[in-house]
Structures are given as structure tokens and as C-alpha cells.
């Protein structure tokens, strides 16, 4: 079952118990660009989280890139301005076309909640 902006998907997130903390998504998605340097330098793709758990570079970068199969364009698109390019709100507001004000950030973690509930383990739930 794919919950690909669809009415479910808030339905799906409340009801269904996620594989990882949206809170530590968030800390990955931000670093995400750090991640992938070390990677590239030093050859570490395993990242162990605060609570104990490791989580595989590979697994987050296929999460972030899969955003758009499960939010909305206008959650997708803050995650990537406010997490991945960690722009201010507002100017990740005035990049999408909103009003400097518009609550871009809650656009963004709405959209982090959506892909912690989407991502069971490292696999992604389609």
C-alpha cells in the first residue's frame, strides 16, 4: 500500500508505531551533506545513533531521495530547503514562493513525521 498524498497518510503515521525517532531524522537529514563527505573520505557509511541503534548512510540518503513518493511538493520541498540546504524559514519561505511569514518549518517537520512513519527499518514501506 503506497500512502502517497493521500488522505491516509496522517492516519497512517498516528496509528502505525515508527522505526525511527522523527526527532533523529531530522538530525540526520540536517547533517546528511556531512554524511555523505565522510563517506566519501573516509569510507564510514555506518552511523550510530543516540540510541544505540545504526543506521545505514545508504538507507537515509534512499529516504531522502524518495520524498516525493510520500509528501505532498510543498512538504518535500521544505524538507529539502529547511533540513537537507538548511535554509532560514524565511527564506525558505520566499524560495517556494510563500509569504516571508508562512510556517515553512512546520511544513518541514510534518513532512520528517510523515517519512519516519514511511521507513520501517531499512526498508522503505510501499
Not at 4 to 25: S, T, V
Amino acid at each position: 500500500m503506497l500512502y502517497h498524498r493521500d488522505q491516509d497518510a496522517e492516519f497512517f503515521l498516528i496509528y502505525r508505531r515508527c522505526a525511527i525517532d522523527p526527532k533523529l531524522l531530522i538530525r540526520l537529514l540536517r547533517n546528511l551533506q556531512a554524511f555523505r563527505s565522510l563517506f566519501l573520505t573516509e569510507g564510514v557509511s555506518a552511523l550510530t545513533g543516540p540510541d544505540g541503534a545504526v543506521y545505514d548512510l545508504f538507507d537515509i540518503v534512499f529516504l531522502y531521495e524518495s520524498r516525493d513518493r510520500f509528501l505532498t511538493p510543498q512538504r518535500s520541498k521544505a524538507v529539502e530547503l529547511v533540513f537537507y540546504r538548511d535554509m532560514t524559514e524565511r527564506d525558505a519561505a520566499l524560495a517556494m514562493g510563500l509569504s516571508p511569514g508562512a510556517p515553512v518549518s512546520s511544513y518541514a517537520n510534518q513532512g520528517a513525521r510523515l517519512l519516519a512513519a514511511a521507513w520501517d527499518g531499512s526498508v522503505l514501506v510501499a
